[in-house]
């Protein structure tokens, strides 16, 4: 692989811990949090179909639940956005707890 590839690469290609349709949820959500410098009261998620259908089906990390809802609630409760997409990496079992009633 030529120098140029390989530059495109390292400048574009960033890590994630979990499927990137929830991630990006939890760090949108995650962002609000830390803009207001509080929980939101609410949150609305629009997305596309397509990230519907691939963030649905697949599990949020350290969470062992499945959607985007659960990413949507856990983003909004833990903040931290300036993790990107490693956000979820510090969610225990306290937080959520709290995620379910969100």
Known sequence: ???HCLTILKSEVKPALGCTEPVAVALCCGRA???LNDIPEKVEVFVSKNVL???MGVYVPNT???GLDIAAAVG???GNS???LNILEDV????LL???IF
């Open 82 to 84: 300036h993790k990107g």
């Open 64 to 66: 062992d639940m499945v």
């Open 53 to 55: 259908k691939n963030g």
């Open 98 to 100: 709290e995620a379910k």
């Open 33 to 35: 949090k830390d803009e």
């Open 92 to 95: 225990d079992d306290k937080l």
């Open 1 to 3: 692989m030529d120098t």
């Open 76 to 78: 909004s409760l833990i």
